[in-house]
């Protein structure tokens, strides 16, 4: 069951910039904690970016500290993940995660099943 539109992928050379957009179906982002995830062929499931429902301090990956930046627009009823300075490796499906279990500075938690079908970054180099 999908639970959220994303959009916003596409191909961009490397050095490039992205926005990704995430809309749930049937609730709202301050609703629960929020988070988005990307997939590779090569890679797992991993955790990019995260934010409270409270919108407090967020959680990012390594490799998206100081590139990506997460937040939501409640009018909007969206999430955004701004991604600058992309890199090859950033190539992946990225996943919005509609509801997070558990967030901290070190750790975004999804509560599996709560995801919306992705969107595709590829990064050329």
Known sequence: ???????GGGLVQAGGSLTLSCTPSGWN??????????????????AVACISF???????????????????DTAANTLYLQMNDLKP???ATYYCAVRVLRIGPTLCEPDN????????????S
């Open 29 to 46: 982002v301050d609703d629960h904690h929020m988070g988005w995830f990307r997939q590779s062929p090569t890679k797992g499931r991993e």
């Open 1 to 7: 069951q999908v639970q959220a539109v994303e959009s």
């Open 113 to 124: 099943g709560y995801w919306g079908r992705g969107t595709q970054v590829i990064v050329s």
């Open 54 to 72: 409270l919108a407090g301090t967020p959680y990012y990956s390594n490799s998206a500290k100081g590139r990506f930046t997460v937040s939501k």
């Open 89 to 91: 490796e950033d190539s």
